[in-house]
């Protein structure tokens, strides 16, 4: 159990829609992987099929295996909820639920059952802590959730996914709905999330990517371009798209 | 519009008149020569919480079966367009054929005879759709965004439902029961073959769903068509039409609240 | 053992089983309470059929359906509903005819042309008048519309030896209180879709140099038809169903529908006589309970499949 990540031949459709085209590649344990490409290109949904929360569209086909730590995530009689709370996952969007901030984090380790006053206090303050909020908020985790700043809603987010004790974290643009303040404590508690967590991150912003990804994936229209270390594909990328999409030489986001 | 101006100032005048406290929570005694319409308000207090007890969680779990378990996205199935057509059919059909049906299903089939009972189960049928159109409103205004972060936590559906839906989508709900309340208050054709006539204080209040009784509406009818209590009933039916008014007011101010 | 750390089957902790539990309950639950709306539909179906089905099979339907006498009670009985569908037609037709075009005037004059204030003002009384019980429309209709409907029929026909005078309770005073009673939903329909029509349509006519009342005739209002259309379809089945209001105004006697004769709708027959009505008589109350039920449902059929494939076309 540490949470490796890999993918074999991939394909998803959307209805008649084929938006993933044969992904292989592997997230190494504790690391921070970071997808990159266009939109549209189908990094956002490669994330959501890492713990299936693309089986909420309807109309969805795939081939291929998806494996966590060797094991076929969807093979019959898998329990999604169990792949999930191994699998945590933080949304573009910061949506906390509205209720109390130590409701929120409190949440997912309360709909695994644990009810233990005490038990919950530590899971809310450690995943508090290790989303750098704690010092922000430990004098109101009574008061609403939705009073918070934007960048601290979704640290809290962060904290919420957290407190399910993951071993993989998946993000999907976490802080393009951000200012840069707050996009720079998202990125330094990236950074410190990665001895613990594997990571698999999906940014548009390419700066960010050089600065917490350790691993790196080009996706370009449903295909994997390259994926290696990231100084590797950011420094020399071996596919021309590759480079022309890193240095802007060609807009590809029409 | 004038018009409809005029009935509502015309139903002021007449009312204001007579409107008395003692008139709505005094009893009809023809030995003393008084009329009051505490039976009718007490049945209908009946009847109005019997009928969401057997509407409300079911209308508000059809709503959830429709938005939450099928039809998310994407065209809808057969099933939900079947199920969406039935609802429309509900509140098309006129409340005497409801009377009719209530009757022969709960008041004979059921041997509910004429009673509360029979009255509140039939009425219940009608709120039915009520609620779920609006339910269903209340439960497409919550974002997606807050269901994916419940099942990225590993909640299972209902989990999702029970802990974050429900609560979201809590004033709209609430919205929604309140407009069933309204129509309940106002009914009266589907509740004079099931419910019955009784003008009668309850005997035992715990029995008295088995008892029949007229309620506040089906009383004011009663008294127009015997000819003697015309003004009582636009007393009445001031004070209905202001009750009712605050309940629509407050329903229009919570389902906005919503989205 | 790492092998099955996904897998549902295998050790299952307390939680995970009660929520595999609750899951799966709670799903069949929401099942039922969907299925719901159709086994109500169904259930009142059946009944309305069995209940209905043995008067008109007694009567046969020929005699039930076009018969013109309804004496229940005469020592020969008979049970010929036609003059009720008849006044039930009327009645109708004439509320729904005049409440869709006032009602539709009414809405282009809020939509179009009154001040922001004044429309509010009228939504919010329209919201209300839709939500006011029928037992109020009758007793003011009982109260205020008959005694001038008794006033205007004296005049009238003074002197008049033939005519049987109805003291104002008669099918003018019963069309005129529907008519009053679905005015506020066509009130309501006719705004909904006016304000549906595009609003570049409306400035394409005034661009044109058209005034604001021919955008209205000549463009709004034929733009938003189908929204009022839905709305004297649905003021139909309210009018139809209606029995307390129009009781209150109508008369009750079993005539043939003429603006000033003391009429009896299907409606209001069921109730008037539903009281001390036994044997054959009460069964045949059922079956003009089923006439009701059935023609009701097929207008709203024919209107959802209208309004499915109007919905169909505007989005291919």
């Known amino acids: 159990m540490s949470g490796r990540l890999t993918a074999e031949n991939f394909h998803l459709w959307y209805g008649e829609n084929h938006a993933l085209k044969g992904i292989s590649l592997t997230v190494p344990e504790r690391e921070v992987f970071a997808l990159i490409g266009p939109s549209g290109c189908g990094k956002s949904t490669f994330l959501r099929s890492l713990n299936r929360m693309t089986d909420l569209v309807e109309g969805v086909k795939r081939k291929g295996r998806i494996l966590l730590d060797g094991q076929d995530i969807y093979l019959p009689g898998i329990d999604v909820t169990r792949l999930r709370k191994r699998v945590g996952m933080v949304f573009q969007k910061p949506s906390p639920f509205p209720m109390s901030i130590y409701d929120n984090v409190a949440y997912g380790p309360r709909i695994h059952g644990v009810k233990a006053r005490s038990q919950l206090d530590g899971l809310v303050e450690a995943s508090l802590r290790a989303a750098a909020l704690w010092g922000e908020v430990s004098d109101r985790l009574k008061k609403p959730a939705l009073g918070l700043s934007g960048g601290q809603q979704q640290r809290l987010c ?6 399910v004790q993951p071993e993989v974290l998946l993000m999907d643009e976490p802080t393009s709905a951000l200012d840069p303040l707050s996009t720079g404590k998202i990125e330094e508690l990236i950074l410190s999330l990665r001895s613990r967590y594997t990571v698999v991150i999906v940014t548009h912003n390419l700066g960010q990517a050089v600065k917490v990804s350790d691993q790196a994936a080009f996706f370009l229209d449903g295909t994997l371009v390259e994926w290696g270390p990231a100084p590797e594909l950011f420094g020399m990328p071996k596919d021309r798209r590759t480079e022309d999409y890193i240095t802007g030489r060609r807009s590809l986001d029409g | 519009m004038t018009a409809m101006m005029a009935i509502l100032f015309y139903i002021l005048l007449r009312g204001a008149s007579k409107l008395r406290l003692s008139l709505l929570i005094g009893q009809p005694s023809p030995l003393k020569g008084e009329y009051g319409f505490l039976p009718g308000l007490v049945n209908t207090l009946y009847i109005v919480v019997l009928t969401l007890l057997a509407a409300v969680p079911v209308g508000i779990g059809a709503a959830v079966y429709l938005n939450e ?7 809808p199935s057969r099933l939900v367009r079947l199920i ?11 409340s005497i054929v409801y009377g009719l049906f209530g009757a022969v299903f709960f008041g004979e089939a059921l041997r509910l005879g004429y009673s509360i009972l029979t009255g509140s189960l039939t009425l219940s049928l009608m709120a039915l759709p009520i609620i779920i159109r609006a339910s269903q409103e209340s439960l497409a205004a919550v974002p997606q965004c807050l269901r994916e972060g419940a099942l990225g936590c590993g909640a299972s559906q209902w989990q999702m ?12 709900l609430l919205s929604s029961v ?11 054709a589907a509740l004079l073959f099931t419910a019955g006539a009784a003008v009668n204080l309850p005997k035992n209040w715990l029995t008295h769903p088995l008892a029949s009784g007229a309620s506040l509406t089906v009383q004011m009818y009663l008294g127009v068509s015997s000819g003697k209590y015309i003004d009582e009933a636009f007393a009445a039916a001031l004070a209905l039409a202001a009750v009712l008014l605050g309940i629509y007011l407050l329903a229009g101010i919570l389902g906005r609240e919503d989205k | 053992m790492v092998k099955n750390i996904l897998r549902s089957r295998g050790n299952l902790s307390r939680a995970e089983r009660s929520r595999k539990f609750w899951d799966s309950f709670m799903y069949w639950c929401f099942s039922l309470c969907g299925l719901s709306a159709i086994a109500a539909v169904c259930g009142i179906a059946a009944y309305m059929v069995l209940a209905g089905t043995p008067a008109i099979n007694e009567i046969g339907l020929f005699h039930f359906l076009l018969g013109s006498r309804w004496e229940p009670t005469a020592p020969q009985p008979a049970f010929g509903v036609l003059p009720m569908i008849l006044t039930s037609v009327a009645g109708t037709a004439l509320s729904v005819l005049a409440s869709v075009l006032v009602g539709t005037l009414t809405a282009v004059f ?31 209709g009982a109260t205020l519309l008959v005694p001038l409907v008794g006033k205007a029929e004296n005049a009238l026909f003074r002197g008049s030896s033939s005519h049987i005078f109805t003291g104002g309770a008669n099918l003018l005073s019963a069309s005129i209180l529907l008519t009053v009673m679905i005015l506020p939903t066509a009130i309501q329909v006719g705004g909904i879709s006016l304000r549906a ?34 709305g004297a379809v649905l003021g139909t089945g309210r009018a139809m169903g209606e029995a307390m209001a129009v009781m209150m105004v109508s008369g009750n006697a079993v005539n043939f529908p003429l603006p000033f004769h003391s009429v009896r709708f299907l409606t209001t027959g069921i109730v008037t006589e539903m009281g001390y009505s036994s044997g054959l008589h009460r069964k045949a109350l059922f079956s003009i309970g089923l006439a009701l039920f059935v023609w009701i449902l097929a207008t709203d059929l024919i209107l959802e499949a209208l309004v499915q494939r109007e919905g169909g076309g505007q989005s291919a």
């Open chain 2, 84 to 94: 969406n057509l039935m609802v429309e059919a509900l509140a098309g059909i006129p």
């Open chain 2, 161 to 172: 439902i029970w802990s974050v839906v429900l609560p979201c989508a809590k004033r709209g």
């Open chain 1, 158 to 163: 962060i904290a919420r996914a957290l407190a």
């Open chain 3, 197 to 230: 029509v595009p609003r570049e349509l409306r400035e394409a006519s005034l661009a044109l140099g058209a005034d604001r009342t021919e955008t209205a005739f000549k463009v709004l209002i034929p733009a938003a038809r189908p929204g009022i259309v839905t």
């Open chain 2, 69 to 75: 378990y099928v039809g998310r996205s994407g065209r």
């Open chain 2, 178 to 188: 309140l407009l069933a309340v309204g129509r309940i208050m106002g009914e009266s």
């Open chain 3, 110 to 140: 809020l939509e179009e042309l009154a001040p922001n204030r004044l429309r509010q003002a009228a939504q919010a009384t329209a919201a209300l008048m839709a939500g006011l019980p029928s037992v109020v429309y009758g007793l003011v």
